[in-house]
């Protein structure tokens, strides 16, 4: 009987579940069918397409004119448009601001470098002077030389001088351009404070701290904004054609010359020449840190002249940013190893200190033209470069002129030699003609800005001089720039020879 009830209550819920089944199916199948079928009935124009096309009828606008759907498309468009100038707006300040930020590492690189070819008796003073030209450089140029080289139309002497205002003005968004001013600013005020920096190499060891500080403000504040101004801020030079893509002129030339300059007035250190006229190195304490310092001021390139680009978003930008990076560094090795062989042949040892300048002298070179030369043209123009770095010490050396770093040679010299390349090899610019009527351009206006930044430089070291605050007593530089003027110590005592 249990087995029977069992059964029972099994067939019981077996019926059941059948049941929903069959309910389940035979309500799903009616609706698909009527589904699929009411679009034939309505292409076959019968009475039920006229109910269904009513629903369709609602949904439908009305006709539109030409004029309206032009001005649906507009509406469409103006959002899609503002999202892509905002998004390029914001690849192009961060890019900036990262570049700015390398560009302002170099500072560590040249204070490393020159640091490492001196005297470790004025490390604290070379600290110094690298710290300060950056500081006193930023305020300079905030209060002066910003709009003294981007004047725009307010011009003192068009093109020639412009008017200096304080500040930078504020951004508006994508209303202000490509990128935001403020970014401008900080990448802009990095390439002064290179150009200033550069002459502390040339004169180290026997300049008053005092005096750097007069010539530093000088130089950031109004040299070399007014010389900037002819080119990147839209004056004579840039109306004649004069290429400089990211500074071999206006930057580097500028400060090698300046350098120069101050190298001439103050004289050689002392010992660094026989009575006879001998020369007699005096050799860096730290070659290690030498190395270090070229190795960052070779990264900081990178935000140096593909950072120039100023513009990065699209492929076509980003094409030609790494297109720069590319002959950049291309330029560099070529002219390390130029260097380096020149140096083996001529000395009969691998001098290191060649070779490193050698990289700074190949970089230096292509930063006029990376943005217009062929890969097998920048290859040449780091190579000739490379190998007037160590012509460069040379002729030094023969004029009695004491560079304790190569500054002359590395950034006055090749700067002048890429400013010149770019004429050669540079792809012709807009509205100029041929390879001659360009490298006439380069001729005259890189001349110009090196004979402006070494004239006016000039005339602030020789009245530093004049009044006796350009150089040290030789008792103090024989002593040490460290202790005498900073009454400090780099080292511990007895390890700073």
């Known amino acids: 009987m249990k087995t029977l009830g069992d059964r029972w209550m099994y067939g019981l819920l077996l019926g059941v579940v059948t049941c929903l089944a069959v309910g389940v199916v035979s309500t799903a199948f009616p609706a698909t069918a009527v589904a699929q079928e009411e679009p034939a009935a309505v292409s076959a124009g019968e009475a039920p397409a006229e109910e269904a096309a009513e629903p369709a009828k609602e949904k439908k606008p009305e006709e539109e004119t030409p004029a309206e759907e032009a001005a ?22 961060l890019i900036m601001f990262i570049c700015a930020v390398l560009v302002l590492f170099m500072q560590a690189g040249f204070a490393m470098v020159e640091i490492g070819l001196n005297s470790a008796k004025n490390a604290v003073n070379i600290l110094a002077k690298n710290v300060m030209d950056l500081c006193v450089g930023v305020l300079l140029y905030l209060f002066i030389g910003f709009t003294l080289m981007y004047p725009g139309d307010a011009w003192i002497v068009d093109g020639w001088i412009g008017t200096p205002s304080p500040f930078v003005v504020a951004s508006e968004g994508t209303e202000y351009g490509d990128y935001s001013s403020y970014a401008d600013f900080l990448f802009q005020v990095a390439f002064a404070a290179t150009a200033a920096t550069i002459v502390s190499g040339a004169v180290a060891g026997r300049m008053k701290f005092s005096a750097y500080l007069v010539y530093s403000a000088i130089l950031t504040g109004l040299i070399y904004p007014i010389s900037g101004a002819w080119k990147w801020g839209g004056g ?11 500074g071999s002129i206006v930057v580097h030339a500028v400060g090698g010359f300046a350098g120069l300059a101050g190298a001439i007035f103050l004289g050689p250190r002392v010992g660094r020449f026989s009575r006879e006229g001998k020369s007699q190195p005096i050799p860096g304490h730290n070659i290690s840190f030498a190395a270090l310092g070229v190795f960052i001021l070779w990264v900081g390139w990178y935000g140096f002249n593909p950072g120039s680009q100023l513009t990065y978003a699209g492929a076509a930008n980003a094409n030609a940013t790494t297109y720069i990076a590319l002959t950049t560094t291309l330029a560099a090795a070529a002219g390390a190893v130029t260097a380096l062989l020149t140096g083996w042949v001529m000395f009969g ?51 009695k002129i004491d560079d304790p770093v190569g500054a002359w040679p590395v950034h006055g010299l090749c700067g002048l030699w890429g400013g010149l390349a770019t004429g050669i090899f540079g792809d012709l610019p807009d509205g100029v003609g041929s390879v001659g009527e360009f490298f006439t351009t380069q001729v005259i206006c890189s001349l110009s800005i090196c004979v402006w930044a070494f004239v006016t430089m000039s005339i602030v070291f020789g009245a530093l001089k004049a009044i006796g605050m350009l150089r040290v007593s030789p008792e103090v530089e024989q002593a040490g720039l460290d202790l005498h003027e900073h009454g400090l110590r780099a080292y511990p005592l007895g390890a700073d020879q």
């Open 236 to 246: 004579w030079c840039d109306a004649m054609g004069f290429q400089d893509f990211a």
């Open 72 to 93: 649906e498309v507009e509406a469409a468009a103006d959002p899609l448009a503002a999202y892509i100038a905002e998004a390029d707006y914001t690849i192009n300040t």
């Open 349 to 399: 040892k691998p001098d290191v200190t060649m070779a490193l300048n050698g990289v700074l002298g190949g970089l230096v070179a292509i930063t006029a033209n990376c943005d217009r030369v062929s890969q097998g043209e920048s290859l040449i123009i780091g190579l000739i470069g490379g190998l007037l770095v160590v012509m460069g010490i040379l002729m030094l050396e023969k004029f």
